[in-house]
């Protein structure tokens, strides 16, 4: 009788096989319901639109990564190099080297009135000189108008500094890492230029808002549930123009695959997205209109 | 233990091992393949407002409402004529802008969408990988008989105007189609902001120089409010276009003749 349990066995585990595949097989490839981990460096919707890239998504659970950074040129927005990746459940991203706006501020000539009072500022008190209130010229960018007192600078030796010698780009971002494992998700946010000056980040906290306000408002570690229990995390949120361009850095999703039973959503007790109930997806963005000519009829 | 054991294991063993190692080779290949052939794209007409594509599939309840999913996709995509069947188009990821679709109909893996060309009501299906989805709670009514334009939000009115609709001859066309996109043509002077939707002229196949788009728009006079004297567009007043412009591409444009 022993000498049959084993070729028994192996049959079993053939006909286990043969179900376990069928089950397999006949599984839908790609529920539109669940989402999958997923995760991406650099996205933006706006008068700049930017596809996710690079884009990398698991939906079987199996992990994929890819590091083909490809965004379109454009007088935005530039990053060195980025790796995304996404598995079961988890992902993250590696972002290195994001600058906004490079050279922008090249093209700013000062008003005769400002040049005259910076190229006469006095040996002392200067710092207690205020900033006057002149218009800036268009840069070129998706902001609202602006004017010298917008600048995030104390008094006019600083303000005669920073438009008499430009920083050479807007906005730097050094290295951004983002991950996500289930529904929890963390950032990590290298050193921030603004302007040309370091600025502190306030805190990684979930949420937190980086005042750089007009020119844009920063918010870090923007965290989110879907309404299938996936849970996503992004590392900066920069909004231009009050929603005329809004660009997304390091974005992570995480979600069960597709082939085990579909978690029920959690509820979060944090960062509610206005527009989103359980049971739909995120809310379609407002368009921004594009400058073509179409001939419709009349 | 003995020869005579191990040969009896060996003997009846082997087909055992030989049905799971072919369990195995297929278990990889099921898990390869996704179960579609590879399309060539190239061969597949793009479903744009520029486009007649005769095969497609019509909407088969043009005048229901959807629950609001609209989609995006993220690279070119082809359009079958139903769930695995044959690509008879393919569609990208920009049209005005992006490109977003409402939802029609969904089965397992596969979306039903509207598409943006001829003939009007064109439908197809789309595999669910590589798309992006969003919802839009905005839906916007058209009723040519009253010349009326209404703006729901969550089924709750936000504005009931006027609208110029297309003249006898010249018809708005009925029927469900989409916000297709936001444009500002620097050609117009007559309204600022242009919506085209994924409806064309039933009567004019072409129309100064474009395909007979019919669009929802603005007008400099009042006095087409309420008339039925475009070529087939929607003329609305400049608060309702205000409204218009914000509402996601992709939402549901009812028109019916009410």
Same mark, same amino acid.
């Given at each position: 009788?022993?000498?049959?349990?084993?070729?028994?066995?192996?049959?079993?585990?053939?006909?286990?096989?043969?179900?376990?595949?069928?089950?397999? %097989? =006949?599984? @839908? *490839?790609?529920? #539109?319901? /669940?989402? $999958?981990?997923?995760?991406?460096?650099?996205?933006?919707? !706006?008068?700049?639109?930017?596809?996710?890239?690079?884009?990398?998504?698991?939906?079987?659970?199996?992990?994929?990564?890819?590091?083909?950074?490809?965004?379109?040129?454009?007088?935005?927005?530039?990053?060195?190099?980025?790796?995304?990746?996404?598995?079961?459940?988890?992902?993250?991203?590696?972002?290195?080297?994001?600058?906004?706006?490079?050279?922008?501020?090249?093209?700013?000539?000062?008003?005769?009135?400002?040049?005259?009072?910076? %190229? =006469?500022? @006095? *040996?002392?008190? #200067?710092? /207690?000189? $205020?900033?006057?209130?002149?218009?800036?010229?268009?840069? !070129?960018?998706?902001?609202?108008?602006?004017?010298?007192?917008?600048?995030?600078?104390?008094?006019?030796?600083?303000?005669?500094?920073?438009?008499?010698?430009?920083?050479?780009?807007?906005?730097?971002?050094?290295?951004?890492?983002?991950?996500?494992?289930?529904?929890?998700?963390?950032?990590?946010?290298?050193?921030?230029?603004?302007?040309?000056?370091?600025?502190?980040?306030?805190?990684?906290?979930?949420?937190?808002?980086?005042?750089? %306000?007009?020119?844009?408002?920063?918010?870090?570690?923007?965290?989110?549930?879907?309404?299938?229990?996936?849970?996503?995390?992004?590392?900066?949120?920069?909004?231009?123009?009050?929603?005329?361009?809004?660009?997304?850095?390091?974005?992570?999703?995480?979600?069960?695959?597709?082939?085990?039973?579909?978690?029920?959503?959690?509820?979060?007790?944090?960062?509610?997205?206005?527009?989103?109930?359980?049971?739909?997806?995120?809310?379609?963005?407002?368009?921004?209109?594009?400058?073509?000519?179409?001939?419709?009829?009349? | 233990?003995?020869?005579?054991?191990?040969?009896?294991?060996?003997?009846?063993?082997?087909?055992?091992?030989?049905?799971?190692?072919?369990?195995?080779?297929?278990?990889?290949?099921?898990?390869?393949?996704?179960?579609?052939?590879?399309?060539?794209?190239?061969?597949?007409?793009?479903?744009?407002?520029?486009?007649?594509?005769?095969?497609?599939?019509?909407?088969?309840?043009?005048?229901?409402?959807?629950?609001?999913?609209?989609?995006?996709?993220?690279?070119?995509?082809?359009?079958?004529?139903?769930?695995?069947?044959?690509?008879?188009?393919?569609?990208?990821?920009?049209?005005?802008?992006?490109?977003?679709?409402?939802?029609?109909?969904?089965?397992?893996?596969?979306?039903?969408?509207?598409?943006?060309?001829?003939?009007?009501?064109?439908?197809?299906?789309?595999?669910?990988?590589?798309?992006?989805?969003?919802?839009?709670?905005?839906?916007?009514?058209?009723?040519?008989?009253?010349?009326?334009?209404?703006?729901?939000?969550?089924?709750?009115?936000?504005?009931?105007?006027?609208?110029?609709?297309?003249?006898?001859?010249?018809?708005?066309?009925?029927?469900?189609?989409?916000?297709?996109?936001?444009?500002?043509?620097?050609?117009?002077?007559?309204?600022?902001?242009?919506?085209?939707?994924?409806?064309?002229?039933?009567?004019?196949?072409?129309?100064?120089?474009?395909?007979?788009?019919?669009?929802?728009?603005?007008?400099?006079?009042?006095?087409?409010?309420?008339?039925?004297?475009?070529?087939?567009?929607?003329?609305?007043?400049?608060?309702?276009?205000?409204?218009?412009?914000?509402?996601?591409?992709?939402?549901?444009?009812?028109?019916?003749?009410?």
């Amino acid at each position: 009788m022993r000498r049959n349990i084993v070729p028994t066995a192996l049959t079993a585990a053939a006909v286990t096989g043969l179900v376990a595949l069928t089950l397999v %097989a =006949s599984a @839908p *490839a790609g529920n #539109a319901v /669940d989402r $999958p981990s997923s995760a991406y460096a650099v996205g933006a919707d !706006g008068q700049v639109p930017v596809e996710k890239t690079p884009y990398v998504e698991s939906r079987d659970g199996r992990e994929h990564s890819s590091s083909a950074l490809e965004l379109p040129k454009n007088p935005l927005l530039s990053a060195r190099t980025a790796t995304v990746t996404a598995g079961n459940d988890k992902a993250s991203v590696e972002l290195l080297d994001v600058t906004l706006g490079q050279g922008a501020l090249n093209q700013v000539k000062l008003p005769p009135e400002l040049k005259k009072s910076c %190229a =006469s500022l @006095p *040996a002392t008190g #200067a710092d /207690d000189l $205020p900033i006057p209130d002149l218009p800036l010229p268009d840069l !070129g960018l998706p902001l609202p108008d602006l004017s010298t007192v917008d600048l995030p600078v104390k008094n006019l030796p600083e303000l005669c500094d920073l438009l008499l010698t430009p920083p050479s780009s807007i906005l730097g971002i050094d290295a951004i890492n983002v991950w996500c494992a289930g529904d929890r998700g963390g950032v990590d946010v290298g050193s921030l230029t603004l302007l040309g000056l370091k600025i502190q980040i306030p805190s990684t906290k979930e949420g937190a808002v980086i005042p750089a %306000a007009p020119l844009a408002t920063i918010t870090v570690n923007e965290q989110s549930a879907g309404a299938d229990g996936s849970f996503t995390v992004t590392g900066l949120t920069i909004n231009l123009g009050n929603g005329a361009q809004v660009i997304r850095l390091a974005s992570a999703t995480c979600a069960k695959p597709a082939a085990h039973p579909k978690p029920t959503p959690k509820p979060k007790p944090t960062v509610p997205i206005p527009g989103t109930d359980v049971g739909v997806p995120p809310a379609a963005p407002v368009p921004t209109p594009v400058k073509t000519h179409h001939p419709v009829t009349g | 233990m003995g020869r005579a054991a191990q040969n009896q294991r060996g003997g009846s063993s082997v087909p055992a091992l030989a049905v799971l190692a072919l369990l195995g080779a297929a278990g990889v290949f099921a898990v390869l393949d996704d179960g579609k052939p590879d399309v060539d794209l190239t061969t597949l007409a793009g479903a744009s407002t520029f486009a007649t594509i005769s095969t497609a599939p019509l909407d088969s309840q043009p005048f229901a409402g959807t629950d609001g999913l609209v989609v995006h996709p993220r690279v070119e995509t082809a359009v079958y004529s139903a769930p695995d069947a044959e690509p008879f188009a393919k569609v990208g990821p920009t049209q005005f802008g992006a490109t977003w679709l409402p939802v029609v109909e969904r089965v397992d893996g596969w979306v039903r969408v509207l598409l943006p060309s001829k003939p009007n009501r064109s439908t197809g299906w789309l595999a669910d990988e590589d798309l992006e989805h969003a919802s839009s709670s905005y839906s916007i009514r058209v009723h040519t008989g009253s010349r009326t334009l209404e703006l729901f939000e969550r089924g709750k009115r936000l504005g009931k105007w006027k609208a110029g609709v297309g003249a006898q001859k010249t018809p708005t066309p009925p029927g469900r189609t989409f916000l297709l996109g936001s444009i500002i043509d620097p050609k117009r002077s007559a309204s600022p902001v242009v919506l085209p939707l994924g409806a064309h002229s039933p009567t004019l196949d072409t129309f100064g120089g474009g395909p007979g788009t019919v669009a929802i728009h603005g007008w400099p006079r009042p006095d087409v409010f309420g008339a039925a004297v475009s070529a087939g567009c929607v003329r609305v007043p400049q608060t309702a276009l205000d409204r218009l412009q914000r509402v996601p591409l992709g939402t549901l444009v009812l028109i019916d003749s009410k």
